[in-house]
């Protein structure tokens, strides 16, 4: 997945667009031995993809045996330039003590949260917490899950800049990316969104 994901990159650089791209990397997946080094292989193999536009996005954090080991694999991978998200944070029962541990620079909001945080105000009280808790911690955190414009709102209000859902776009095959792309610049509509919270 994370060759694919470089060869991709590639491929979009030659086409003139350079973005980051987020590949889920499970638990166990991680804690394989020799990962690390396939990893720094894959990324001589790209050289044209700068590899902090790279980012691991780890899944079922519960499922992490040996957190030391983890930390210092993540060191590691940091050291060859990537980033690393925790992928729906929230919902594990030890969340914080990840948060506190893991050398994530991103947070995201599990979407279990953000589907119903208009009507009910259980979660918008953990989605408030959650963007509260990643600012406390100096990292970034995006919103899983955002459908409409008036999620875009509150989570703007609340400090959370960054999202992820249809409310966007659905997914679509990689070569339609660039014309996607030119298009909502084109139409303005993240400034409209921006606009709209003030």
């Known amino acids: 997945m994370i060759q694919e994901a470089l060869a991709q ?3 979009w650089r030659r086409q003139g667009l350079v973005i980051p ?5 499970s638990a166990r997946h991680l804690q394989e031995a020799g990962f690390v080094a396939a990893l ?13 536009w790279l ?6 954090t519960s499922a992490l045996d040996d957190v030391n080991m983890v930390v210092k694999l993540m060191r590691q991978c940091q050291d060859l330039g990537l980033r690393f998200a925790l992928d729906d944070f929230g919902t594990g029962y030890s969340s ?3 948060l506190r541990r893991l050398p994530a620079q991103l947070l995201k909001i599990d979407q279990s949260f953000i589907r119903d945080m208009l009507e009910d105000q259980g979660d918008l009280a953990i989605v408030s917490g959650v963007v509260g808790l990643a600012k406390a911690f100096q990292r970034s955190v995006i919103a899983e899950g955002v459908e409409t414009v ?7 209000s609340l400090g959370c800049d960054l ?13 339609d990316l660039v014309l996607w792309i030119a298009q909502w610049n084109d139409c303005g509509a993240g400034e409209w969104i921006r606009q709209s919270a003030q």
């Open 9 to 11: 990159m590639t491929r």
């Open 21 to 25: 791209v987020s590949v889920n990397v």
């Open 40 to 52: 720094a292989r894959h990324l001589e193999e790209h050289p044209e993809v700068p590899p902090h």
């Open 55 to 60: 980012e691991l996005e780890i899944l079922e």
């Open 96 to 98: 914080l003590t990840y």
């Open 150 to 156: 008036e999620h875009g709102r509150v989570l703007l």
């Open 163 to 175: 999202a992820q859902g249809f409310g966007i776009a659905k997914p679509m095959a990689a070569d």
